[in-house]
């Protein structure tokens, strides 16, 4: 079965910086596209990232420039740096097959001084 498993949050300063880690089994992960989702208290699930097979990444306008979504095939891992953050990016981060409806605990991330 798919499953997903989130690392690497936790609390950092303004201006700090995470990297974030999604562990995935059970589905061919080289041919799929991910994202890196977040959901901060009180607001709806939000994309904020994705990664096509080949390694493409888009990102939502609230965080470009500033977070970095990559992928290893052979870790079958999926990856988000985030810089420069501040505290409207806290919130709990998950990632997520794209298309799919699977989601892991994910992890939390909190900005604050």
């Known amino acids: 079965q798919v499953q997903l498993v989130e690392s690497g949050g936790g609390l950092v300063q303004p201006g700090g910086s995470l990297r974030l880690s999604c562990l995935t089994s059970?589905?061919?992960?080289?041919?799929?596209?991910m994202g890196w989702y977040r959901q901060a208290p009180g607001k709806q699930r939000e994309l904020v990232a994705d990664?096509?097979?080949?390694?493409?990444?888009t990102y939502v306008d609230s965080v470009k420039g500033r977070f970095t979504i990559s992928r290893d095939n052979a870790k079958k891992t999926v990856y988000l740096q985030l810089n420069s953050l501040n505290p409207e990016d806290t919130a709990v981060y998950y990632c997520?097959?794209?298309?799919?409806?699977?989601w892991g605990p994910g992890t939390q991330v909190t900005v604050s001084s």
């Open positions: 997520s097959i794209l298309g799919g409806n699977y």
């Open positions: 059970g589905f061919a992960f080289s041919l799929t596209g």
């Open positions: 990664i096509t097979r080949s390694g493409k990444g």
